[in-house]
């Protein structure tokens, strides 16, 4: 089955690339900027790696990305994951970052997304990794801030096949960023957030009808509105489901929990990534192996959640027959 589930051709289209910044890398660049960590080691630093909700791990992530300064180090942490994206089977990506939490500290976009493309470009020639970028805003800072970010990427906007929202969900619903949606989906790009994670259905409502979004990131306490399930199934709207991130920040308290399997079995589009591989503990194929055991999926499900991954991609419809050309063969 491991062999079957990484021999799939597979998109992750939910992964923050400063959540695949390891701890390895953290030292590595820590020492080159003369930065001191809270923790003696990697191995210190993994241990605390440990959280209670999405609080606590948003609290260490932003602590993390501290150390990414120059392009350089962004260019090292994309390359990085696309490598170990590669060995998973990822065939294409889809790539969110937090411009705020750099430009905050004084770090150029420029920088930021130079470093990323480079990268990016780069992998795409070595491991045939194709791509789309999607700056993401901080929804726990204000919808002034998000606008000001959002005129601050506009010149880079032909590099982005949309825009998002991720950080601390509860208090902080969709309708705050309507007005930047809007403005966003006007100079012509889609839009996708991050919604029902830990906040409630009628956030996802809210993605849905006021910011037009293409996608819903997470999304699975969408089982608690009966009618918004059906309406994910009708308009066949996609979620980025993250198993292994749901059990760390106890969405779910194991993987057996997950509801990923009635959603599949219910016909919502449902996909799998990684959202933060080095936080949470596996890669694109540990999340696919850990719901396939966790939950008993069959290989027809896996090829199922594969060729999901495919469809809700921001691909053109060329690239996407291709792929599931391919999933097909394999699964036969
Ligand atoms: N930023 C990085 N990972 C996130 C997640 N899982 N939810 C919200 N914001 C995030
Ligand atoms: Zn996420």
Not at 164 to 177: I, Q, W
């Amino acid at each position: 089955m491991e062999n079957f589930i990484r021999a799939v051709p597979k998109a992750e289209l939910h992964l923050h690339i400063e959540g695949s910044l390891e701890p390895e890398l953290t030292f590595d660049l820590a020492r080159k900027h003369g930065v001191t960590l809270k923790y003696p080691n990697v191995a210190a630093l993994r241990a605390a790696y440990d959280f209670s909700d999405l609080q606590s791990f948003l609290d260490l992530y932003y602590a993390g990305a501290d150390v990414l300064r120059d392009e350089d180090d962004f260019h090292a942490l994309t390359t990085a994951y696309l490598r170990r994206a590669h060995d998973d089977g990822v065939v294409h990506a889809e790539i969110f970052f937090d411009p705020q939490t750099h430009t905050a500290r004084g770090i150029p976009f420029a920088t930021v997304f130079g470093g990323i493309h480079r990268a990016l470009v780069e992998g795409e020639r070595e491991f045939g990794i194709s791509w789309r970028l999607i700056p993401n805003f901080l929804r726990h800072l204000s919808a002034d801030e998000a606008m000001r970010a959002l005129e601050e990427l506009l010149p880079y906007k032909r590099h982005f096949a949309a825009v998002g929202l991720d950080s601390s969900e509860r208090g902080h619903p969709p309708s705050k960023f309507a007005a930047v949606f809007e403005r966003a989906r006007k100079e012509g790009l889609r839009t996708v957030a991050h919604a029902g994670e830990e906040g409630p259905p009628e956030y996802i409502v809210e993605a849905l009808d006021l910011l037009k979004v293409s996608r819903i990131d997470h999304g699975v306490r969408c089982e608690e509105d009966p009618a918004l399930v059906e309406r994910l199934v009708r308009e066949q709207v996609p979620l980025t489901v993250c198993p292994l991130s749901n059990v760390k920040l106890c969405v779910y308290k194991r993987i057996e929990d997950h509801n990923l399997k009635r959603l599949l079995d219910r016909g919502v589009k449902v996909t799998v990534n990684s959202d933060d591989p080095s936080y949470f503990g596996g890669y694109v194929l540990d999340n696919y192996l850990a719901v396939q055991r966790g939950l008993n999926l069959s290989r027809a499900d896996m090829a199922q959640l594969a060729r999901n991954s495919i469809e809700a991609s921001f691909l053109d419809d060329a690239s996407k027959g291709r792929w599931l050309a391919k999933i097909d063969a394999i699964a036969a």
